[in-house]
Structures are given as structure tokens and as C-alpha cells.
């Protein structure tokens, strides 16, 4: 049967550990995987503009062997041109994998449903699996043991955040998020990550005070007050973000030489300051490096 990857909620902790083994070998010894999806195809229907996931996805396949073809946001125009599910039963036709970009997470749970082939969410509104299992493996390049390891989050209850709390609550990595009130993460996936933390003994604190989750960290992390589709609401969300900027005065707060990350694209000088993501803790070229072991490690999960 076909595998998607749409949601990390949706995936066993051992395929995870799985992912994450795979993608340090797939880093270690690039030679080894060349030819491994020679033959095999993938489409990449981005609703969105994207750096990482395009570039990772689109390169990773052809590194692998493969060919990958764009079919940006004035292509196949999912939704408007063609139903979702033609799209997904006509693109089964002449590829072996679809990655998705889309403005509703519903969407590309509807193209893996009806897609005969597997189909890899590259961001939703509501998830960005692939982001956090390229983060978790980031980590644990630093950390050889991630017991007692804390990772902040401080920012948007977002995608980013939904799937790396869900990420880390199963696979055991303590995290402390802060989110202004109003801007938590939604409730049903702040209740998944507590249900999984319970199985993997993590511990995972909420807060609406930055300091609170700084205090302590081995890893702060951010994202973008503003997210791709909430351009209109920018006003309202630069006001309510407030205090919430990782700078020098936040970074004090957290344990000596305490780890930076940022999914990027970042809003310089909103939710970080120049001086904390060009700091020598700074892992965020790392993280964005890491994408494209990881996208390997899941085109190869997935489409062997
Ligand atoms: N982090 C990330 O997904 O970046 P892109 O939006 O550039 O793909
Ligand atoms: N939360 C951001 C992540 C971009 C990679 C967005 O959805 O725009």
C-alpha cells in the first residue's frame, strides 16, 4: 500500500527514528544513493512561493537519480482549473509521488486520498511535517542525547510549531512554547502533542510569556508572526507579537551558548534580530541544509 506523508501525527515514532537514520546516511554518503530513484518521478504543485522545499525536493530528486517537475501556483491551478481529485487521479497517470504546497490543509488531504501515488505535504496551513523532521535531525547532530535537551519555541502557534511539538512530544524531546494569547496553537494539536507525550515521557510546557520559555533553553526557535496567506491580518499579528522577538535580551535568559533555529524565509528585525540569527549559535544554514538530506531520506521512505 502507498505511504503518504501528510501529517506527523500520522506517523509511527519508529518511522520517524527511521527518517532521521536515514537522512545521516543519505548526508554522509550522497555516491551511495545516485541511482536509487533512476526512473521514478515526482510532481511539485506549490500554491505558494518557496526556497527550501522546492529547491530541496526538486534538487534531492535528480541527486537520487529521479526528475522532478515544478507545477507552481499558475499551473495546474488546483482547485479552480480542476477538481482537486482529477488533479490527483491524472497525476497518478504519469508520476510516482506528489509534493504538495497548499493554502488548506483539507486540500492536500483530499489529493492524498485520491492520488494512486504517495503524496508529501511541503506545508499546509495547518502542518510542515518535512521541516520538522529535518529539524529534529538538526538537533540530534548537536545533542547525542536528547534526554534533559530543551527546545523553545517562542512565537506564531503555527504550522512550523504544530508539527515540531508534534514531532517532539513523540519522540520523547521536552519543549517549552510561547505563543501571545489568542495565538496558541489550535487546541486539538495541543491535545495530540500532550497525548503523545504521555507515551514518550516528554514534557511539554505552554506559556503566553516569552521569558518563561526562554528561561533554560538549549534550543530557542522562532518563526514568522506572518505567514504565507495572513498578509492581511499583518497589522493586527506585528501588535500582538510584541515582546515576543528573540533578541540579546531573550537569548540571556537561556543556557550559556544556547542554540538558535528558524525555518527561514525570517522577517529581520521582527520575530529575530539581525544580531541573534547572524550569531555564532546560529544553526540556521544547518537547519536549511538539513532539508534536503531529509527530503532524500523521505522521497526514499516513500517511493523505493
Ligand atoms: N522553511 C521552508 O519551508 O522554506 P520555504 O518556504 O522557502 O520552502
Ligand atoms: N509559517 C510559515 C512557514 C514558512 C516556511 C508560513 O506558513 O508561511
Given amino acids: 500500500m502507498k505511504k503518504d506523508l501528510i501529517s506527523i501525527e500520522d506517523l509511527e515514532t519508529q518511522f520517524i527514528f527511521d527518517i532521521l537514520d536515514l537522512t545521516k546516511d543519505v548526508k554522509?554518503?550522497?555516491?551511495?544513493?545516485?541511482?536509487?530513484?533512476?526512473?521514478?518521478?515526482?510532481g511539485l504543485i506549490f500554491q505558494k512561493p518557496s526556497n527550501r522545499t522546492r529547491v530541496s525536493f526538486?534538487?534531492?530528486m535528480v541527486q537520487l537519480g529521479g526528475h522532478a517537475t515544478y507545477l507552481g501556483p499558475g499551473?495546474?491551478?488546483?482547485?479552480?482549473?480542476?477538481?482537486?481529485?482529477?488533479v490527483a487521479c491524472v497525476l497518478s497517470r504519469y508520476i510516482d509521488g506528489i509534493v504538495a504546497r497548499t493554502y488548506?490543509?483539507?486540500?492536500?488531504?483530499?489529493?492524498?486520498?485520491?492520488?494512486?501515488?504517495?503524496?508529501?505535504?511541503?506545508?499546509?496551513?495547518?502542518?510542515h511535517p518535512c521541516q520538522a523532521l529535518s529539524d529534529i535531525f538538526t538537533i540530534r547532530e548537536r545533542f547525542s542525547n536528547l534526554k534533559n535537551v530543551v527546545l523553545s519555541y517562542i512565537g506564531d502557534g503555527n504550522n512550523v510549531l504544530n508539527s515540531l511539538m508534534a514531532a517532539a512530544s513523540k519522540i520523547g524531546?521536552?519543549?517549552?512554547?510561547?505563543?501571545?494569547?489568542?495565538?496558541?496553537p489550535r487546541s486539538e494539536m495541543a491535545q495530540l502533542t500532550k497525548t503523545f507525550a504521555k507515551v514518550s515521557g516528554s514534557k511539554?510546557?505552554?506559556?503566553?510569556?516569552?521569558?518563561?520559555?526562554?528561561?533554560?533553553?538549549?534550543?530557542?526557535?522562532?518563526?514568522?508572526?506572518?505567514?504565507?496567506?495572513?498578509?492581511k491580518?499583518?497589522?493586527?499579528?506585528?501588535?500582538?507579537?510584541?515582546?515576543?522577538?528573540?533578541?540579546?535580551?531573550?537569548?540571556?535568559?537561556?543556557?550559556?551558548?544556547?542554540?538558535?533555529?528558524?525555518?527561514?524565509?525570517?522577517?529581520?528585525?521582527e520575530e529575530i534580530a539581525d544580531s541573534v540569527i547572524d550569531s555564532k549559535n546560529s544553526i540556521v544554514y544547518d537547519q536549511a541544509e538539513n532539508r534536503m538530506h531529509t527530503e532524500k531520506a523521505i522521497l526514499l521512505k516513500l517511493l523505493k
Fill in 28 to 42: 554522509a554518503d550522497r555516491a551511495k544513493y545516485a541511482d536509487s530513484l533512476k526512473t521514478k518521478s515526482i
Fill in 58 to 60: 526538486e534538487i534531492g
Fill in 75 to 86: 499551473e495546474i491551478v488546483m482547485g479552480v482549473r480542476e477538481s482537486v481529485k482529477d
Fill in 104 to 127: 488548506k490543509h483539507e486540500d492536500v488531504q483530499e489529493l492524498a486520498k485520491h492520488a494512486m501515488v504517495p503524496v508529501i505535504n511541503g506545508l499546509s496551513d495547518r502542518e
Fill in 173 to 184: 524531546l521536552d519543549m517549552k512554547i510561547a505563543t501571545p494569547y489568542g495565538y496558541e
Fill in 204 to 231: 511539554i510546557e505552554f506559556y503566553n510569556d516569552p521569558k518563561a520559555a526562554a528561561k533554560g533553553a538549549d534550543v530557542i526557535y522562532t518563526d514568522v508572526w506572518v505567514s504565507m496567506g495572513q498578509e
Fill in 233 to 269: 491580518d499583518s497589522a493586527k499579528r506585528l501588535k500582538a507579537f510584541e515582546g515576543f522577538q528573540i533578541n540579546e535580551k531573550i537569548m540571556k535568559l537561556a543556557k550559556p551558548n544556547c542554540l538558535v533555529m528558524h525555518c527561514l524565509p525570517a522577517h529581520r528585525g
